[in-house]
């Protein structure tokens, strides 16, 4: 099983871009139908990771999940 470095962090509310501000440059932010937040991208690392929640923590932010993002291109139709 091929190993991902791409993760999906669900948050519960809408929160801002201004508190945002350190996820902006390397994730994509959406919201969706249900008033949760979606960050996805790249985590080089656990120390990363960690530094993540902790920010989430720091500015209160309640965290559903955090999930690896498996890639859907199947390497056998990209040939």
């Keep these: 099983m091929p190993t991902t470095n791409t993760h999906e962090i669900v948050l519960r509310g809408r929160i801002g871009e201004r508190l ?3 996820f902006l ?3 994509s932010v959406a919201f969706d139908e249900t008033g949760r937040t979606r960050l996805v991208g790249v985590v080089r690392d656990a120390s990363h990771l960690h530094g993540l929640v902790a920010y989430l923590a720091s ?3 309640e ?3 955090i999930t690896p993002v498996i890639p859907t291109c ?3 139709s990209a040939s």
Excluded: C, T, V
Aim: hydrophobic fraction near 45%.
């Design 63 to 65: 965290l559903i999940s």
């Design 74 to 76: 199947d390497a056998r």
């Design 20 to 22: 945002l501000g350190p």
């Design 25 to 27: 440059d390397d994730f």
């Design 59 to 61: 500015i209160n932010a």
